[in-house]
């Protein structure tokens, strides 16, 4: 099983700031299999970046991702009001599917 | 559009089954495998398994081998997971997702919250 952990698992940061999420990977991943989610409270997650740097339909521009092999990770350049929330990745280049643990950018 | 629509909340004692359904609507029900994902409470996202409703073919994650079975129903859209032997540990918000693999959960569910209490 790929296990993958993310770092911080707390990111208190102000609108306007730059945010770096990372995400290790256990072993190394086919970038194509690596994404990244958005969850709010009560909500389902919401798909930002599939295959390990391209945007899903509708997000926007300051959500960047990159990596490879077995470290990855998702930039938020300037957090907007909106942005604060908790961000998974997920691989799914081997069952089962994993996802990290999370990160939660909160407001500073 | 894709659509998931999943079946309403369930109270379950221990030792019982819950089965919760996922309906699609818009799009090609049979061509992308359906995955399920479990969130307890204030946790992280668990994946569970998958099926692709045209082979039948479902794989699990081996936490749940022997109590969990995911089904499809290509004549409806519809998707299952039927999980056993409750415990109070399987109390969470249950997903169901679209899963082309390689592009992304794009399509979600609303979720089904299931509470396992005696």
């Known amino acids: 099983e790929i296990v993958l952990t993310q770092s911080p698992g707390t990111l208190s940061l102000s609108p306007g700031e730059r945010a770096t999420l990372s995400c290790r990977a256990s072993q190394s991943i086919r970038s194509t299999y690596l994404a990244w989610y958005q969850q709010k409270p009560g909500q389902a997650p919401r798909l930002l970046i599939y295959g390990a740097s391209s945007r899903a339909t509708g997000i926007p521009d300051r959500f960047s991702g990159s990596g490879s092999g077995t470290d990855f990770s998702l930039t938020i350049s300037r957090l907007e009001p909106e942005d604060f929330a908790v961000y998974y990745c997920?691989?799914?280049?081997?069952?089962?599917?994993?996802f990290g643990p999370g990160t939660k950018v909160d407001i500073k | 559009q894709v659509q998931l629509v999943q079946s309403g909340p369930e109270v379950k004692r221990p030792g019982s089954s819950v089965k919760v359904s996922c309906k699609a609507s818009?799009?090609?029900?049979?061509?992308?495998?359906v995955s399920w994902v479990r969130q307890a409470p204030g946790q992280g996202l668990e994946w569970m398994g998958r099926?692709?409703?045209?082979?039948?073919?479902?794989i699990y994650a081996q936490k749940f081998q022997g109590r969990l079975t995911i089904t499809a129903d290509k004549s409806t859209g519809t998707a299952y997971m039927d999980l056993s032997s409750l415990r109070s540990e399987d109390t969470a918000v249950y997903y169901c997702?679209?899963?082309?693999?390689?592009?992304?959960?794009?399509?979600w569910g609303q979720g089904t919250q299931v509470t396992v209490s005696s």
């Open positions: 818009g799009g090609t029900f049979s061509t992308y495998a």
């Open positions: 997920q691989q799914c280049d081997s069952t089962p599917f994993t």
């Open positions: 099926i692709i409703p045209m082979l039948g073919v479902a």
């Open positions: 997702a679209r899963d082309p693999t390689t592009d992304g959960y794009i399509y």
